[in-house]
């Protein structure tokens, strides 16, 4: 009787699973119980509990596949400064291209990137700049070129509308009014987003301005001030990404880490104060930083700018697209120990190598910014709701899959509104969303009722969203344009888990 009711709830759920109505399940027949023989029905419920325990180990992040430890034997590469193209003013050619990367030693692994074989160049732009952007699409499929945290005219923003055929280019120009900023670029094209990423395509954004240079903060670019985006791979017996192999609905997560595309990396570092901008670059998997020795760092900025003052911490996650800038004092660490940033399941992520050579005496200020919550803002209305929802490929907002054709919300250009993002669970818990929003920087008003987090009183443009939680949010488009919001594990946004806001 007991394995007859398990097939039957399982029946149930995958009906539930897959959207149908629980009152199109049918119960099994009781004929079609005494066609199968014991060992049927028992490989059936075993096949069934292992997939459930599947299921519910990526749903929670809780248990997914652990990450190998870093050996720390391979120097970590520093992506290059995308070169400006020759003229007067701010302009950059980006290319989307195929090439195969030595990851492993002796082995070449087919990749893709921007301007060379994997990953891509830094662009790095100043408040103030008029900044004109060739992209070329030299892959042998549709791209787009989207700039991730970045606030432009939503016609450069590069979302799916915006998809550049192989062998097609196109000229965008903006003018960069942001604070200074650790952003980034991806491609995002219909369906095909994660894969893509996957693949190698991801690069980073520095925004530059008066203020940020003013600061003291460490700032010598691949010395004291050192971009890590980080990625979990899997490689198959050739040593190459097989996506389509690995695939899941649910998030693809892997159990090779890549830093800046480096397998097994180190950081040599001196005893100085380092300023490290992390980038979840992963598909999936969310990073709780720490250091092995159990030594706090320093927060000081979060996506799109500087917290008004340092926050201590111990320990930092971060979800899928976000970033965070940290600054670890290697003069007051015992680099006599093995020194390594790990992950909360205490798996080697960055080994450090500490020279005995001093540094720069930087600073880390008490006051950065003046960011600020308004009265006006936290009295504010709630205009829109997002209910997030599901899992695998059975992923809505507000009930609805993404439809090109739809426009979801509207808002007025300048004009500040509260979002309320509801992440809804399901008969299984639900698991994290984080949550993106194109074209602008937002501030958090608070989750479940309560004032965030210290680190996250900044400006955000993702923002991770637990099981049952309620998160307002205060935004304001100063651009025009069709923008999207979505889940940013990128199987989920391909699966639909997007909508659309135009502003006016």
Known sequence: ??????????MISILVIS???????????EADHSAMNKEDMEEMDHSAMNHDKMRNEH???DEVISLNDSTGENELKIPPMLERDKGEGVEYTVRAQKGKTEIFDGIETNTSGYNGAFLGPVLRFSKGDTVKIRTINELDEETTFHWHGLEVPGDA?????????????????????????TLWFHPHPK??????????????????DDHSKS???????GKNDIPLIFQDRTFDEKRQLNYSAIKNDDGTVGDTLLINGTLNPKLTVKKEKVRLRLLNGSNARNYTFKLNTGDSFVQVATDGGFLNE?????????TPSERAEIVVDFSKIDSEKDLALINEDGSSLLSFEVSDQSGENSEVPGKMNDFSMTEEERNLPVTKEVELFGMMDQVTINGKKFDPERIDFTQEQGVTEVWEIYNKPDMMGGMIHPFHIHGAQFKILSRNGEEPPENERGWKDSISIQPDETVKIAIQFKNKGVYMFHCHILEHEDNGMMGQVKVE
């Open 191 to 208: 369906g095909k987003t994660a894969e893509q990423v996957y693949n190698g395509l991801a690069g980073l954004i520095y925004i530059d």
């Open 157 to 181: 923003d590069g979302g799916p509308h915006d998809s550049l055929k192989p062998g097609e280019e196109k000229l965008i120009e903006f003018k960069v009014k942001q604070e200074a900023s």
């Open 19 to 29: 959207g149908c109505s629980s009152n199109s399940a049918q119960p099994v027949d």
């Open 59 to 61: 749903m929670s992040h």
């Open 310 to 318: 340092p926050v201590t911490l111990k320990e930092m996650t971060l």
């Open 1 to 10: 009787m007991g394995i007859k009711f398990k097939i039957t709830v399982l």
């Open 215 to 221: 600061l003291g903060l460490p700032n010598e670019y």
